[in-house]
């Protein structure tokens, strides 16, 4: 049925804490144009009720005990793609944001929000537009920005040559402890400063103790 722009905005809240979902709905009730149609306290119970329902929003709590937030995202904007889901949770881990906007959710908050801000939050989501707090941004962020660790790539070889020159051997001593020429180990002591991002043998060796490249 084709919803009237001064129809209110249809609200499930899905969380395993009762308290929450007490609170909830108290701010439901007194929030313009905003109505709170089912609770769920679930992943599994959201399915079957958003099935039935058919809710414009849903408030998804991220960990509950059973199937997880993220899971019930996913069925549920698989089953019915006009819901929108928000994510709403304690935690702003990197990996928990991402796992529920790959699942479908269209936004994330804390539980920290402020009731205007929720509310807008629930406005935007069925615009179809996304709201990621600060929180979760800052998160995502960090977790983007995080050095990569070097010498991932290095091949076991090398990783025997990066250990040879940590102990302080020259590429003759290196070649004869590893039965090779000397040409072949300068080729690759090159490819291990090329990988590590490096100029010298010991910026790779102080690299190679940071990081314990060479245990």
């Known amino acids: 049925m084709k919803k ?56 998804m709590d991220m960990v509950m005990q059973g199937m997880d937030g993220a899971a019930a ?4 904007r698989k089953q019915c793609p006009a819901v929108q889901i928000i994510a709403l949770t304690s935690f702003k881990d990197d990996i928990l944001v991402k796992s529920a906007l790959q699942a ?8 920290g929000v402020s009731a205007s801000e929720l509310a ?24 983007a920005s995080q050095d990569v660790v070097p010498g991932q790539d290095l091949t076991e070889r090398e990783r025997e ?6 102990e302080g051997l020259n590429n003759t001593q290196i070649a004869g402890k590893l039965s090779v ?3 072949t180990i300068k080729s690759h002591v090159s490819s291990i400063l090329a990988k590590l991002g490096v100029n ?13 490249l060479a245990s």
């Open 4 to 59: 009237n722009s001064s129809d209110p905005i249809r609200v499930v809240i899905v969380d395993d804490h009762l308290m929450v979902r007490r609170g909830l709905a108290t701010f439901l009730k007194v929030s313009e144009n905003l109505e709170l149609v089912g609770e769920a306290d679930s992943g599994e119970a959201a399915i079957l009720l958003c099935a039935k329902l058919q809710p414009d929003v849903v408030l």
């Open 181 to 183: 020429s000397p040409s």
């Open 200 to 212: 010298s043998r010991t910026e790779a060796v102080t690299l190679a103790l940071r990081h314990k």
């Open 120 to 143: 807008q939050a629930i406005r935007a989501a069925h615009a179809g537009r996304p709201t990621i707090s600060p929180e979760a941004t800052e998160a995502l962020i960090q977790a």
């Open 161 to 166: 040559v990066l250990l040879l020159m940590v």
């Open 73 to 76: 995202t996913r069925l549920i």
């Open 104 to 111: 479908g959710a269209i936004s994330y908050l804390l539980k």
